[in-house]
């Protein structure tokens, strides 16, 4: 069975979006959260529906739209209520969400300088959105014809924490002039999509009645407008879920009701109705009737959003679209950070996504009020890797200078004590008393720690300790950890003496087709099935490959053809990358012989297992079994080349 969610901020939204569900049921979330579910069944297809009202404000719809897709697991989540309206539309009006604005992010300087932060609706609700509009269905949903007749947008939305009640006021000049697009204005979808696209399982809309126009909110407010928005807006979604096909567990889109760019959906015409009611409807056995609706999109390509095309290198913002998540990892780091005492190892080979997915972890723990600092083992100098007592008090020094605290060092590193002892005593009587909170501390890089075996035993070691305290000493929970590494670990630690047996492990995969496919469309591309095989084909679903690639093809660089026939080469887009992974290789020669004896074939072949590990570590092979084989076409065609090797 489908399952959606629906978010609303007003007592009178919730009772508009209730009004189409039955056999509701109220459940508890254990933070406090009261929730009802319920069942909407139509068009041949049953929907299990949870809603709450979660209040106004982005921060908060982000807190509980995170907390109910994790409650709930829902195919589609939708944010559904009324807004103010900035330009084009009148009161009863609907506006379907191709983006929010976060419109309070910018710099304080001399003047404000917006840096516009933007939540994205999913493509396949979007084109739902544009197809129900163009058919007249979902005014059958209301228990009276409206008058007049609402039109449906699909179109931006801008959001804030500012109530705007005065076309006159700083905030909406400012809206004028910094977000001319948007038509309308709210309070909660910015920080509801956010959370959605961390979770990117989920579909996520918002979908908007138009209760107000900024002057008159007071005497619209009074008039019942709020009322007549909420049920329109929830009309409309609800006719959206009726048609929704999932597939594969995600909204599928429907292609044939795509529309051109700049172009405006013709309306049917429809007969005359009786005007509606401004009483909000408590029984569902009203006659439902169609009329005349005027459908209008905005003069933009509602199929391909804009984009701000990020550098395909080094870790994706948590602000940027270009984010794909592989689930249920995500999901599983989400909720483990949260646990007293939480360990995570993240594996995988460079730009596979480890960076990236650390600082979505970051950015959950501090939604949930934690401190948190980040280490990269990249920074130590080798002089202090060389001494067990230097490294711990670089350690603990760049640990309190990340969180801001005081140094006071040299107080807790005194006396005949060992290092291990002095930086356990550093942490258990100053830092993490002093934080009176978690506090989630992410060592990312620590192979560098590796290469000095006697100082990793001792390392490690304690950090495993720690862990181990974390289930008797109170103090110790308050400490998350987040470890990120890209090889294997060769050295020999004690099994319990190693935090590299214990916790939560993540190993990051390559991306599936589908989701390179979702990451096609996100940099606005509409490539065939044929197109994104061919990718595939030469570079996997390799996150930095494919991303790679679809920066210059969005920026009319080269074709897809020009990029498959250069790719392998010294010349081609990833000459610097593989000629990186070339000078590793001719470093070590067990390494390159295995290499050879990999290419050689079509196959996948067995050979020694230390070799099989580290080029595994590298990304230049896949286990197949117990055999490997190259990780793309890429590596076999480039390094057969280079190394001189015929199949």
Not at 480 to 497: D, T
Request: aromatic share 8%; with cysteine; net charge negative.
């Amino acid at each position: 069975m489908p399952r959606a969610v629906i978010l609303t901020a007003l007592p009178v939204e919730y009772l508009a979006v209730r009004f189409h569900l039955t056999d509701l049921q109220e459940e508890t979330h254990s933070q406090g959260t009261i929730y009802e579910r319920g069942q909407f069944i139509d068009e041949g297809q049953t929907w299990e529906v949870g809603i709450v009202e979660i209040g106004a404000g982005n921060s908060g719809a982000a807190l509980e739209a995170e907390r109910a897709i994790a409650y709930f697991n829902p195919d589609v989540i939708l944010f559904v209520g009324v807004a103010g309206g900035i330009k084009d539309v009148v009161l009863g009006d609907v506006v379907a969400s191709t983006k929010v604005y976060g419109y309070e992010s910018g710099e304080a300087e001399e003047t404000f300088r917006p840096r516009p932060e933007v939540g994205l609706s999913a493509y396949g609700l979007k084109q739902r959105a544009m197809a129900e509009a163009r058919k007249t269905d979902w005014l059958q949903r209301l228990p009276s014809a409206p008058s007049p007749t609402p039109r449906v947008y699909v179109a931006p939305i801008a959001a804030g924490e500012k109530v705007v009640a005065s076309t006159e006021s700083e905030v909406f000049r400012f809206l004028r002039s910094h977000y001319g697009d948007a038509i309308a204005v709210e309070m909660e979808g910015f920080g509801f999509l956010e959370a959605a696209r961390a979770n990117q399982r989920v579909s996520a809309m918002v979908i908007r009645g138009i209760s107000d126009l900024i002057d008159s909110k007071e005497k619209s407010d009074k008039a019942g407008c709020q009322e007549i928005a909420s049920r329109h807006a929830s009309a409309f979604a609800f006719s959206m879920l009726a048609n929704l096909r999932l597939k594969d567990g995600s909204v599928s889109e429907d292609r044939e009701t795509t529309q051109p760019a700049h172009q405006a959906v013709k309306p049917e015409a429809m007969p005359e109705l009786e005007p509606e009611e401004p009483q909000l409807p408590v029984t569902v056995g009203a006659s439902r009737k169609l009329e005349l609706i005027r459908v209008v999109t905005n003069s933009f390509p509602v199929s391909r959003p804009t984009l701000d095309l990020d550098e395909p290198e080094g870790q994706v913002p948590l602000e940027s679209s270009l984010y794909v998540e592989r689930p249920p990892i995500e999901a599983r780091c989400y909720e483990a950070i949260v646990k007293p005492g939480a360990l995570i190892r993240i594996k995988a080979p460079q730009q596979m996504g480890k960076s990236s997915l650390m600082l979505r972890i970051l950015n959950h723990a501090n939604q949930q009020g934690y401190q948190t600092s980040t280490l990269n083992f990249q920074m130590v100098d080798r002089d202090a890797l060389s001494n067990l007592d230097q490294f711990l008090q670089w350690f603990c020094n760049s640990i309190a200078g990340e969180l801001n605290l005081e140094d006071k060092l040299a107080d807790y590193w005194k006396g005949s004590f060992s290092p291990k002892n002095k930086c356990t005593n550093f942490f258990q009587r100053y830092l993490l008393p002093e934080l009176q909170r978690p506090v989630t501390l992410c060592l990312d890089e620590v192979d560098q720690v590796f290469e000095y075996p006697a100082i990793a035993r001792d390392f490690f070691g304690m950090l495993r300790a720690w862990h181990e305290d974390a289930k008797i000493k109170p103090i110790w929970k308050n400490l998350r950890l987040v470890i990120v590494h890209s090889k294997e670990v060769y050295i020999p630690l004690n099994i319990n003496q190693s935090p590299f047996n214990v916790g939560v492990p993540i190993e990051l995969p390559q991306l599936t087709p589908p989701q390179v496919t979702d990451l096609v469309k996100r940099h606005g591309l509409d490539w065939s099935e044929a197109e994104v095989t061919q990718l595939m084909d030469m570079v996997g679903g390799h996150p930095f490959l494919v991303r790679a690639a679809l920066y210059p093809i969005v920026r009319g660089e080269l074709s897809l053809e020009q990029l498959l026939q250069l790719a392998p080469t010294e010349g081609g887009l990833y000459g610097e990358h593989l000629r990186r992974h070339l000078l590793n290789l001719e470093g070590d020669e067990k390494l390159l012989a295995a290499m050879k004896q990999v290419i050689a074939v079509d196959q996948p072949v067995s050979i020694n297992t230390s070799e099989a590990f580290k080029l595994t570590s590298m990304g230049l092979v896949q286990f197949r079994g117990s055999e490997v084989a190259p990780s793309c076409n890429l590596y076999r065609q480039y390094f057969r080349e280079r190394l001189r090797v015929g199949a």
